[in-house]
C-alpha cells in the first residue's frame, strides 16, 4: 500500500492504528461536509461546502495519511485494491472503518442541529444535503445522470490519488492537495446536480439520520462511485503493464546493443591479433637470415691503402 508519506516495511503501523486514522478522517471530512453543508445554502452557493470538504480531505491526509495510506473513502480504497496496492482483508477492514467513522461524524452534526432553535427538525435539514436524483435532487436530475456523474467523478479521483502517489516521478507530499482539490472540484459540479458526495461511506452517514428516501435510495451511491473506482483500478493496472513492458523493451535494446558492440570488439581483437602475429614472424624471419658480407670494394681499398699485404 502507498501512502502519502512513505513508510518504510518494518515501520508500518499496525492495523489497528490505520483503521483508527481512517475512522477519524472519515469523521472529520464527514462533520465538514455535513456541517458546512446544512449551515449554508448548498443548492444556491454550492462553493463554501465543496471547498471547505476539499480542504478538509487534504486536511486529513496530511494528519493521518502517513499511518494509513489517506483513504477516507471506499472509492480510493477499491480503486488501490485493483490496482495491486493493498490486501483485500485490509481493504474490507478500512471500509468498516470509513463507514463507522462517517455515521459518528453525521451524529455529531445531528446532535449539534438539534441544540440550535431555528432547526426545528433535525432530518429535515440533514435533507437538505443527503445525496439523491429524481425530485429529491436540487436539480431534478435523474437517476441516470446522477450515475453518470458518480461513476465518472470516483474514477477521476482515484485516478489523481494512484497518479499521485505512484511512480517514479511521483512526489507523494503533493498528493493531499491533488486529491482534495480534484475533491473540491468535483464537489462543486454535483452539489447543484443532487448532492452527490462521490463517497460511499459519506453518503451512508447522511443516508442514516435523512429521511427514508435518502436510504431507499442509497443503493445508487454506492454501484455507481465502486464502478468508478474499479475502472480506474483496472487502467491504473493496464498502464503499469505497458509501462513495464517498455521498460523491458529498452533493456532488451540495450542489450542488442551490447551484443553488437561485444561483436565488434571481437573482430577488433582478432585483426590485432592477426597483426601481432605478422610482425612476429616477420622479425623471426629477418634474424635467421646470415649477416651480409662485406663488398669487394672495401678489400681492394684496404689494399691500396697500405693495411693488407
Known amino acids: 500500500m502507498t501512502s502519502p508519506v512513505q513508510a518504510t516495511p518494518d515501520h508500518q503501523p499496525g492495523l489497528v492504528a490505520r483503521l483508527s486514522a481512517e475512522a477519524l478522517g472519515s469523521m472529520f471530512v464527514v462533520v ?29 491526509m496530511l494528519a493521518f495519511g ?39 461524524g453525521a451524529a455529531l452534526i445531528y446532535f449539534v442541529v438539534t441544540t440550535v432553535p431555528v432547526l426545528t427538525e433535525a432530518r429535515a435539514a440533514f435533507d437538505v444535503v443527503a445525496p439523491g436524483f429524481g425530485e429529491h435532487a436540487s436539480a431534478q436530475t435523474q437517476m441516470a445522470g446522477v450515475l453518470l456523474v458518480e461513476v465518472l467523478g470516483s474514477a477521476l479521483i482515484v485516478a489523481v490519488f494512484l497518479g499521485a502517489t505512484t511512480g517514479r516521478r511521483a512526489v507523494p507530499a503533493m498528493a493531499p492537495f491533488a486529491v482534495g ?54 487502467a491504473f493496472r493496464g498502464f503499469q503493464g505497458l509501462s513495464r513492458a517498455t521498460d523491458a523493451g529498452a533493456e532488451d535494446v540495450q542489450a542488442g546493443n551490447d551484443g553488437i558492440n561485444d561483436a565488434f570488439d571481437e573482430v577488433d581483437e582478432q585483426a590485432g591479433d592477426a597483426e601481432e602475429k605478422e610482425a612476429a614472424a616477420k622479425s623471426e624471419t629477418a634474424s635467421s637470415l646470415p649477416a651480409p658480407s662485406a663488398p669487394a670494394g672495401d678489400d681492394a681499398r684496404d689494399f691500396f691503402d697500405g693495411k693488407k699485404g
Open 32 to 60: 465538514a461536509a455535513v456541517g458546512v453543508g446544512i449551515f449554508s445554502n448548498p443548492g444556491g452557493a454550492p462553493l463554501p461546502v465543496a471547498l471547505a470538504t476539499g480542504l478538509t480531505v487534504t486536511v486529513a
Open 181 to 234: 482539490l480534484a475533491m473540491a472540484v468535483l464537489l462543486q459540479f454535483g452539489q447543484v446536480l443532487g448532492n452527490i458526495p462521490f463517497n460511499p461511506a459519506r453518503a451512508t452517514g447522511q443516508a442514516f439520520f435523512s429521511s427514508s428516501w435518502a436510504l431507499e435510495g442509497l443503493w445508487l451511491f454506492w454501484v455507481a462511485p465502486l464502478m468508478g473506482a474499479a475502472l480506474a483500478g483496472l
Open 66 to 104: 502517513h499511518v494509513s495510506g489517506g483513504h477516507f473513502n471506499p472509492v480510493i480504497t477499491l480503486g488501490n485494491l485493483i490496482a495491486g496496492r493493498i490486501r483485500a482483508v485490509a481493504a474490507v477492514a478500512y471500509v468498516a472503518a470509513q463507514i463507522i467513522g462517517s455515521v459518528v
